[in-house]
């Protein structure tokens, strides 16, 4: 991969993006996660502010941490970098005593898991109002095109995607050579949604670089009977998932009316 090249040429549309909507900077959720670290730094490469804002609701101190240091690391390199911290846990907690519980745990969890995601979103559009900045999104091409592994109208609910065509493993070799922490590279991928300890891989039941073979044989046209033992059982997970959130994926249905009835 020619790292530093999609470097530049991610920093020149950033920059490009921002100039042409007449925005004065970029708003990104700072996680503690890979994706945001390696988002927000390219961000803060186009020169422009951007504003860091950690949100946490009943967050695991070491991703919390970890998003702090990488915020300290930003400022130190980049002087138009701010951070803001908007704790939402109490918000979160009005939340869950304002509506009733369902009976289906899994649902009701998951239900919760996403409302916790959408909360940021309105948080992060709240700041990029009143600072005439745009949304960052952080989401990588496994999680956006393949797997569908984000919440819709949550950290789905962005105004740009600067990393939404690389790959989890090209994230990854661009923040070895951005020099982002190593508590960030070494760290397990989570969405850090459920208050727990799980790993997008917990959830999933694949790893990213499973995922990622198993999305390029989709594109390739290829299926279950193509493999056998582990790699069919991650492309079976690859292709049930993508069927299941293509919903993410593509514009909103609109129920056309004929024009002959409109007249």
Known sequence: MQTEKIIHHIVNWLTNYLETSHQKGFVIGISGGIDSAVTSTLCAMTGYPVLCLEMPIHQAENQVSRAQNHIKWLK????????????????????VESVEKSENEYSYHL???????????????????????IVAGTGNKVEDFGVGFFTKY?????????????????????????????????????????????????????????????????????????????????????????????HKMVPIPVCEIPKEWKS
């Open 76 to 95: 130190e390199n980049f002087p138009k970098t701010q951070d803001k911290r908007v704790d939402l846990t109490p918000v979160y907690d009005q939340f």
């Open 111 to 133: 239900s919760l898991a996403n409302t916790r995601a959408r909360l940021r979103m309105t948080s992060l559009y709240y700041y990029a109002g009143i600072n005439s900045y």
């Open 154 to 246: 949550g950290d789905g609910g962005v105004d740009i995607s600067p990393i939404a065509d690389l790959m989890k493993s090209e994230v990854y070799e661009i923040a070895e050579f951005l020099g982002i922490n190593q508590d960030i590279q070494t760290a397990a991928p989570t969405d850090g949604l459920f208050g727990d300890n799980r790993t997008d891989e917990d959830q999933i039941g694949a790893s990213y670089d499973e995922l990622e073979i198993a999305m390029k044989a989709f594109e390739q046209g290829k299926s279950t009977d193509d493999f056998q033992g582990r790699e069919k059982e991650v492309f079976e997970i690859f292709v049930k998932r993508h069927k299941a959130n293509l």
